[in-house]
């Protein structure tokens, strides 16, 4: 079975664009999180979708956000980018809510602003 | 807030040497426990987890982790690790209301043949 997948691996942006992360779950997956990780440090919570709807957000600016479409799959928008922005970016996919829900995670995009 | 702290930020052992890894928390409810590791190229993977019940849980490659109440802490432990355990290794806390993990800082772990 596919694991969940994450476009693109690698992306190059300046200061001051927009990008959009993508993200398709394992097959069945109804949640979607994603993670932002500075080199560095641990993985930090953005966001949760659930069933199509945010469930969650971290302490991010209102630059970041995200939807979750009816397949399932999920996209990360951030604008007005800054350097510091520059990072892995990880989405988690599982199968409900909850603790006992294991959360599966991509590969990342790796994000790097100039 | 809850938060998670491991003190150990890079770690350089031999072959057949014993690991312990520290992982404190902050939360002082029920918490939710996990340890992820990350290999070389490779996504983060659950090693194990804590919900309740015996504090001494066992993972995947060997594995185990204590939970102590008293000292907040879930350390990680392998009793003889071997140049393939080289990896990152991530303690987790699971943030109750929605599928949210708080992570440490992570901690280095290099293998020498």
């Known amino acids: 079975d596919a694991g969940v997948t994450q476009s693109p691996t690698h992306l190059i942006k300046t200061r001051g664009q927009q990008v959009t992360l993508r993200c398709s779950p394992i097959?069945?997956?109804?949640?979607v999180s994603w993670y932002q990780q500075v080199l560095g440090q641990g993985p930090q919570f953005i966001f949760q979708?659930?069933?199509?709807?945010?469930?969650g957000r971290g302490n991010f600016p209102d630059r970041f956000s995200a939807r979750q479409f009816p397949n399932y799959s999920s996209e990360l928008n951030v604008n007005a980018l800054l350097l510091g922005d520059s990072a892995l970016y990880l989405c988690?996919?599982?199968?409900?809510?909850?603790?006992?829900?294991?959360?599966?995670f991509g590969d990342g995009t790796r994000l790097s602003i100039l | 807030a809850q938060s998670v702290s491991q003190h150990n930020h890079h770690v350089i052992l031999s072959e057949a040497a014993s690991l312990e890894l520290g992982c404190n928390y902050s939360?002082?409810?029920?918490?939710?426990l996990f340890w992820y590791v990350q290999y070389p190229g490779q996504h983060l993977q659950l090693l194990l987890k804590?919900?309740?019940?015996?504090?001494l849980v066992k993972g995947i490659k060997g594995f185990e982790a204590e939970f102590i109440k008293s000292k907040f802490s879930f350390n990680l432990r392998k009793p003889s690790v071997q140049w393939s355990d080289t990896a990152e290794y991530f303690c987790?806390?699971?943030?109750?209301?929605?599928?949210?993990?708080?992570f440490g800082a992570g901690t280095r772990l290099a293998v020498h043949p």
């Open positions: 988690a996919s599982s199968a409900g809510q909850g603790v006992r829900q294991p959360q599966h």
């Open positions: 097959s069945g997956h109804k949640s």
């Open positions: 979708y659930y069933e199509k709807e945010e469930r």
């Open positions: 939360y002082g409810g029920t918490v939710n």
């Open positions: 804590y919900f309740s019940g015996d504090p």
């Open positions: 987790a806390v699971f943030s109750g209301g929605y599928n949210k993990l708080i």
